[in-house]
């Protein structure tokens, strides 16, 4: 009798114990994309190199893109179960300091790989790319070489494009128009869309049609051709490097102003600019690291085009403009 | 009286919980005052040139997807009414069940495979547009259309093909007044289905449309949730989706003739000979070739693919796992609801009251056509400040799966259940029989078969799904479809296409394990 009251009181207590323990792991849950947290996305590499180091469990959540993110955030407001943010880029940055929902990171910048100077108190990059059309070299001799000959060669080679209303790149691409043509963007829009084969809801769709041969140019990242460099031995496929620059997507994180555990988020933040977050992400995202050298890239990468000037237009225009802009791509694009 | 209205009770009860998933997070979303940030934009979009223009594109598209799927559609499951002996008809009427399980996003590639440029049947640069939008739709619905149609002829008894041919009818008369009127039944709720599923179609308008001009109201709803952020907007035009397809069903409910039902049920189909048995065996064979063409380009790309590479990794076995889960318990629950219903708009049918029983079907089917997007994130707006809804992703998703399958159970076993109570109502009262002796004995039996093909077609729509579980995050595992996606987003394009032939053959060895199980061993 008394070895078994012995035996339960002593399950009881390790059960006790391990509820304990649990409770004494927290779990920093981070919203980001799904092919952050795939299995051959930076993820699972994430996952391990931080919890090494942070006593913690990490919870990352996959949702569809940046805006179902914020979204997301919008929608469940204080009661989120958010700590974090990755993945919005900087054409949502300005709409989501508007949302009053996140909070200043007060992390002290290192000197980071971006191109230009970062200057912003409430979100960090982690990664970034730019927006290029990526042609197979042996169907295309002649790549336009500037965003102006692609719109104005009526003989100019076919492309796929994505949607700008439901695609991060085809909002990217309504950018890059707005910037070369400013104010013409419309009639450029109007020259190219003869040669636009279709417009996808994603890159996906768009990137899948290319791959069958559908059209000449598909419009994706600089980084593209690396992938097929490095993950598939194959290095038919180039992005066309246009004179006027390359339109950028910096991608970043931020610190979710109703977090109940900022330190850890914090110490996340830190984490994510280090070399153990840096160096997983050029062959898992596939987008240059914030804040890396370039000596520490890939070797692949070297063969890359140089996409330089970076254009990029300010997070309050984007935000201000959005709306009407892409109404006005419609009205054109419809016709 | 009273199995009337325990009866009404049940279907009540089912009502009123589709009421709550549907109409509770559309009026969260309509009350979202509280959002920083958010103020509605002009509720008033009829005064849109935008929203009249996708309006207007959505339902012609829809219309004309509808006419030549269902139409076609009619004369195929006539050819395989006649031929019931057709060398592999049974593999055939099962693949025919698959086009439905294909995600869009991989189902547009299959097009693509056979009508793009390098397309063993090139359309060229003219896929890209009305075109390719309806090839894509006949791909899906004819095959769906031929499964829910062809169970009509064989509510033909036999005395009637016998009269037929004493009376000397041709084939026209035959046609005319004794197909057709068996028809009647199930036709319009079949438009209806079929035309709910074109008007909601979304990646497949956008991509293979060529452009913003071939916008439907799902995109418009999409973007208004998304990009634009205004959850009136989105709840608003929902609504107007709603009303569109109300009118439609009202519409084709004029077609509508229930048929008398007679206390025979002996059916038979004599094979048809001569000239009508050469253009059957064309219209088979020209149907199968259109749904097999895009599923063989799938097969032929997979098999170059790296097949061990992905069968390997533990994701994909997590993702069978949760997919099987997901589409299992949808199936089970949609059913139990469908079943529900139909017993009391039957009943209701059977007293007489055929307008209030359509009510019941009607209520039943067209919560389809509000976006997952909308009830996903109205429920978000509602729980989230009750309780954790990650822990309740999975009874969520298969709560959304069930509802969308359950146009699919009306339609399948809508016809079947209500001939059979028209049949034996009387005589189950006069012999006492109810409850679940009642079922055991009488409706299980007799209606195994649409009970089969209603649990493998909600399994298999669960089992493709991709829309619900994308929008809830996956905190745990990918379902296949998500899985596919994120292939597809990571440039593993040739792993993608693997996935997705891996995805068909689970969902073919379901459907024809389900409808083996439950339907019994007779082919349909």
Known sequence: MFRVLRFSGGTLLALVLSFAAQA?????????????????????????????????????????????????????????????????????TADARASGLFEAHRITLPELSLPQPWQDDMFLPYDYGYFAFVYNKERLDNPPTSLRQLVADEAGPTILVQDPRTSTPGLGLLLWMKKVFGDESD???????????????????????????????????????????????????????????????????????????????????????SDGFQSIIPTTNWMYPANLPRTKLPADFGNLIDPSPALLLSDELVTSKRKAWVDDWLEVMSR | MARLRSRAFAAGLVLALLALIVLAPMAGLLNLSAIPGYEPGDLRFWESAYIRRVLFFSVWQALLSMLCSVLPAILVARAFASQADFPLRALLLRLFALPLV???????????????????????????????ILLAHVFFNLPLAVRLLLPQWQTIPAHHWQLGKQLGMNAWQRWRFLEWPALREALPGVMLLVFMLCLTSFAV????????????????????????????????????????????????????????????????????TGRRKWLDTMLILTSGVFVGMPLLSMLIDALGGPLWQVIGTAGFWRAVVTTLFIGLFAALFSVAAGWFLLQYSATLSLAGKTGKANLVDLAGSIVYVVPPLVIGSGLFVLLSPHFDVFAWVYPIVIAINALMGLPFVIRSLGPALRQNHARYHYLCQSLALQGWSRFRHLEWPLLRRPLGLAVALVAALAMGDLGVIALFGTPHSATLPLLIYQQLGAYMIPQATVTALLLLVLSLSVFWYLERVIGGKVDA
């Open chain 1, 24 to 92: 004494a792991t927290p779990t920093l849950v981070v919203y980001t994309y799904d092919s952050f947290t795939s299995e051959w996305g930076p993820g699972p590499q994430v996952k391990a190199a931080f919890e090494a180091k942070c006593s913690c469990s990490l919870e990352l959540v996959g949702l569809e893109d940046g805006v179902s993110m914020l979204n997301r955030l919008k929608l469940e407001g204080s009661n989120t179960r958010a700590d974090l943010l990755l993945g919005i880029d900087t054409s949502l």
């Open chain 1, 187 to 273: 009639e450029a829009w109007a020259r190219l869309s003869k040669r636009i084969v279709t417009v996808s809801k994603g890159w996906s769709e768009a990137y899948g049609l290319f791959l069958k041969g559908e059209a000449d140019m598909v419009l994706s990242y600089t980084t593209s051709p690396a992938y097929h460099l490095i993950a598939e031995q194959d290095s038919r496929f180039a992005a066309a490097r246009f004179s006027e620059g390359h339109y950028q997507q910096i991608e970043v994180a931020g610190l979710v102003r109703a977090s109940q555990q900022k330190q850890l988020a914090r110490d996340f933040l830190e984490f994510m600019l």
């Open chain 2, 205 to 272: 308008v956008l991509t293979l449309g060529g452009g913003p001009q071939s916008t439907t109201l799902e995109v418009a709803i999409y973007q208004s949730l998304r990009f634009d952020f205004d959850p009136a907007r989105a709840v608003v035009l929902a609504l107007l989706q709603l009303s569109i397809c109300t009118l439609v069903a009202i519409t084709t409910l004029r077609l509508q003739r229930l048929p008398e039902v007679e206390i025979t049920i002996a059916s038979f189909s004599k094979p048809v």
């Open chain 2, 102 to 132: 294909v995600p869009a996003v991989v189902a547009v590639m299959g097009v693509v495979s056979v009508y793009g440029s390098g397309g063993w049947l090139s359309l060229g640069r003219s896929l890209y547009g009305i075109n390719g």
